[in-house]
């Protein structure tokens, strides 16, 4: 049976990143994952604030190595 990305997703942070018992889960978010890739980390990431409210996220793009490309995008969870 093949299954869908999403039950992997949730499959891997029962396993990986759930703990406690019922009904006293607790969620270690150093262990969740949001997605996974082969692709290299952000280049000097850098997260700043200077207005309340509004953060403003970057970071160097680098030169695309492996299966990187200019049109990439990111997802940020805070």
């Given amino acids: 049976m093949k299954t869908t990305a999403f039950n ?3 499959s891997f942070n029962y396993h990986n990143a759930l703990m406690g018992t019922s009904p ?3 969620i270690d978010y150093m262990k969740a994952a ?3 890739s082969n692709l290299q980390g952000a280049i000097n990431p850098s997260i700043t604030s200077t207005t309340p409210g509004t953060i ?3 970071w160097d793009a680098g ?3 492996g299966q990187a ?3 990439d995008t990111t997802l940020v969870v805070l």
């Fill in 34 to 36: 949001v997605s996974r």
């Fill in 24 to 26: 006293n889960f607790d």
């Fill in 63 to 65: 030169v695309p190595q």
């Fill in 56 to 58: 403003v996220v970057s």
């Fill in 69 to 71: 490309s200019l049109n």
């Fill in 8 to 10: 992997t997703a949730v």
